[in-house]
C-alpha cells in the first residue's frame, strides 16, 4: 500500500508540474520569436527610410579644352544620381560608358582598342545641405596620326621599306575627384597640360538638386 501511494503521489505531482513546464517553454519560444519580428520590421523600416531618404540630384561635367586663350573644344555629360542623406548608407556608384573601338595595328593582325570617357559618379548630403561628390573621371581620344611600317616576316623588326599603316595617336586623361557642392554651383575641379602638344584641358562640374 504504502509503494502505491508513493507512486499515486508522484504521478500526481508530475501531472501537475508538466503543464507549467510546457507554459514556461511556450513563454520563451513565444518570447524569442517576438524578438526576432521586431528585429525584423526594424531591418525593414531602415531599409525603407534608406530608400526614401534621398535627394535625387543632377550632375554635370564639361571637358573644355584650350589652345592658349582659344576654346577649341567642349563636351558636356550629364548623369542622375541620388544622393543619401546619412552617412552610413553606401550609394551605388552611377555609370556613363559612351566611346569606340579604334583598330590598331598590331604585328600580324589588328587589335581594337576602347576610346571614349567613363563616368563614375556617387554622393551623400550632408547635414548643413552641401553635397559631398566623388567622380572617378576617365577620357581617351584620337589626335593625329603616325606612320608605322609592318614587320619583318618572322623578325619582330619593323621593315622600313614595306608597307606602311596609318595608326592614331591617342591622348589619355584620368582623375579621381572628391568635391564638395551646394545646389545650383559649379566647380572648376581639374586643369591638365598636354605635355607633347601644349593644350589645355579643364573639367567643369555643375550639381542642381532636381525639385
Not at 504521478?11 to 511556450?26: D, G, R, Y
Not at 520563451?28 to 531602415?46: I, M
Amino acid at each position: 500500500m504504502r509503494k502505491a501511494s508513493i507512486l499515486c503521489m508522484s504521478l500526481l505531482t508530475l501531472a501537475i508540474v508538466s503543464p507549467c513546464c510546457v507554459a514556461q517553454e511556450t513563454k520563451a519560444e513565444d518570447k524569442v520569436k517576438a524578438e526576432e519580428r521586431a528585429k525584423a520590421e526594424e531591418r525593414a523600416k531602415t531599409k525603407v527610410k534608406a530608400d526614401t531618404n534621398r535627394t535625387p540630384v543632377k550632375v554635370q561635367i564639361v571637358f573644355i579644352e584650350f589652345e592658349g586663350e582659344k576654346k577649341v573644344k567642349s563636351l558636356p555629360y550629364t548623369v542622375y544620381v541620388n544622393m543619401a542623406q546619412t552617412p552610413d548608407v553606401v550609394n551605388p556608384w552611377t555609370k556613363l560608358r559612351i566611346g569606340s573601338r579604334v583598330p590598331v595595328y598590331a604585328g600580324p593582325g589588328m587589335q581594337y582598342i576602347d576610346v571614349g570617357t567613363n563616368v563614375d559618379c556617387r554622393g551623400v548630403r550632408q547635414e548643413d545641405g552641401h553635397f559631398q561628390l566623388q567622380l572617378t573621371l576617365e577620357r581617351s581620344w584620337v589626335d593625329g596620326e603616325i606612320m608605322v611600317p609592318t614587320e619583318k616576316s618572322g623578325s619582330g623588326m619593323p621593315d622600313s621599306h614595306a608597307e606602311q599603316f596609318k595608326q592614331p595617336v591617342i591622348r589619355q586623361f584620368r582623375s579621381d575627384l572628391d568635391l564638395g557642392l551646394r545646389d545650383g554651383q559649379t566647380i572648376e575641379s581639374t586643369m591638365a597640360t598636354d605635355p607633347l602638344n601644349g593644350k589645355v584641358l579643364k573639367v567643369e562640374v555643375t550639381l542642381t538638386v532636381l525639385k
